[in-house]
C-alpha cells in the first residue's frame, strides 16, 4: 500500500514539473496580447480644444482658436481650413484604440513612423497641452489608422481616426482656399483687362449684362459670374510683389465696393503659373494659366463670338 502511495505521490509531483516548464520554458512571443487597453492615447473635450501643433517632414503649421474663430497662427496668419479643423474634432472626441499591432521598435517603418513620414499631432485645451499623438498610416479598414504615443514602443489600431483628417502631404492644406465671395446680384459692372486689350461687362436694371449694347453670352459669362460667387486660390504663395509689378491679366469688380484681382505671370518666360493680388488682402495667391483664362475671358468669348 505504501508503495502504491510512493507512485501516486510521484505521478503528481512529475505532473506539476511538466505544466511548470511548459509555462517557463514556452515562446510566447507571436501569441496576441489580451490584455485590456486604453480606448484612447488621452482623453480631450473637443469643445476645449483651442490649439494645434502639426509637424511633418520638419515643417510645423500652428492653429489656434480665438472666439469663436480657427486661424492658422504659423507660420503664417490666415484663416483655417474649418471643414478639416470640424473633421480632426471629432476624431479626437469620437475614435477608439482597437488593438496593439507591435511592441518590436524594428517595425516603426513598416506602419508609417519612420521620421519622413510619421506626423506628430499635439493638442492643447484650455491652452495648456493635452497631448501628442504620433500618427503612421493609414490601415485597409474604414476610418481605421495606425497611430502610437510619442514614447514607447507600443503601435495602435484606431478606429474611426481618418488619416487624412490629420495628415496633409503639403501643410498649406490647412489654410482656407477661400478668398471671397461676389454674389452676380450685387454686381455693377467688371472691367477686364489684358496685355493685348480693356472692355467693361455692366449689368443693368434687369439683371442682365453687357459690352456696350451687346449682351453677353451666358454660357461663357455665368462660369466667370461663379467663379465670383465662390473665388478660392489653387494656392498659397508666401512672398511679396513689387509695388511696379505690372500685371498681364486682371479685372476690376465695382459691387458694394470695388475690388481689384491682379494675375502677375512669374517663373522662367514659358512659366504657366501666376501670383494672385485681391485688394484689401495681404496674402499672395498661386494660380495656373488656366485658371485666370477661365475668369479672364477675351471679349469675343464673353459676347459669343468665334475668334
Not at 503528481?12 to 515562446?27: E, G
Not at 449682351?215 to 512672398?239: E, I, Y
Not at 494659366?289 to 479672364?296: D, G, L, S, Y
Not at 464673353?302 to 475668334?307: A, H, I, M, T, W
Request: proline share 1%; no cysteine.
Amino acid at each position: 500500500m505504501k508503495k502504491k502511495n510512493n507512485i501516486y505521490i510521484y505521478g503528481l509531483v512529475l505532473i506539476a514539473l511538466i505544466v511548470v516548464s511548459y509555462f517557463v520554458l514556452r515562446d510566447t512571443s507571436g501569441e496576441k496580447k489580451t490584455l485590456k487597453i486604453a480606448e484612447k492615447i488621452f482623453t480631450v473635450d473637443s469643445a476645449a480644444v483651442d490649439k494645434f501643433e502639426i509637424e511633418r517632414g520638419g515643417k510645423k503649421i500652428t492653429m489656434e482658436r480665438k472666439g469663436g474663430t480657427w486661424n492658422v497662427t504659423s507660420p503664417v496668419v490666415y484663416t483655417a481650413n474649418l471643414q478639416f479643423i470640424g473633421g480632426t474634432l471629432s476624431n479626437l472626441k469620437n475614435y477608439k484604440i482597437s488593438s496593439i499591432v507591435s511592441e518590436n521598435p524594428e517595425n516603426k517603418n513598416k506602419f508609417g513612423f519612420s521620421d519622413t513620414n510619421v506626423t506628430r499631432v499635439s493638442i492643447y485645451q484650455n491652452g495648456a497641452l493635452a497631448g501628442v499623438i504620433m500618427v503612421g498610416n493609414a490601415s485597409t479598414g474604414a476610418g481605421q489608422t495606425y497611430i502610437k504615443k510619442s514614447e514607447g514602443n507600443e503601435i495602435y489600431l484606431a478606429e474611426d481616426f481618418l488619416f487624412n483628417n490629420f495628415v496633409k502631404f503639403d501643410l498649406t492644406e490647412w489654410r482656407d482656399k477661400s478668398i471671397m465671395s461676389i454674389p452676380r446680384g450685387g454686381i455693377k459692372s467688371i472691367d477686364f483687362y489684358t496685355d493685348k486689350e480693356k472692355y467693361t461687362v455692366i449689368q443693368d436694371t434687369s439683371n442682365l449684362f453687357y459690352v456696350g449694347k451687346d449682351s453677353v453670352s451666358s454660357q461663357v459669362f455665368d462660369g466667370v459670374l461663379n467663379m465670383l460667387q465662390n473665388f478660392s486660390t489653387q494656392n498659397f504663395k508666401d512672398t511679396t510683389i513689387l509695388a511696379d509689378a505690372k500685371p498681364m491679366y486682371g479685372a476690376k469688380v465695382t459691387a458694394v465696393k470695388e475690388t481689384e484681382i491682379k494675375f502677375i505671370k512669374y517663373g522662367t518666360e514659358d512659366s504657366k503659373k501666376f501670383l494672385l493680388q485681391v485688394t484689401g488682402i495681404s496674402q499672395i495667391f498661386e494660380v495656373d494659366e488656366n485658371f485666370v483664362k477661365q475668369f479672364v475671358r477675351t471679349k469675343s468669348e464673353v459676347l459669343g463670338k468665334k475668334q
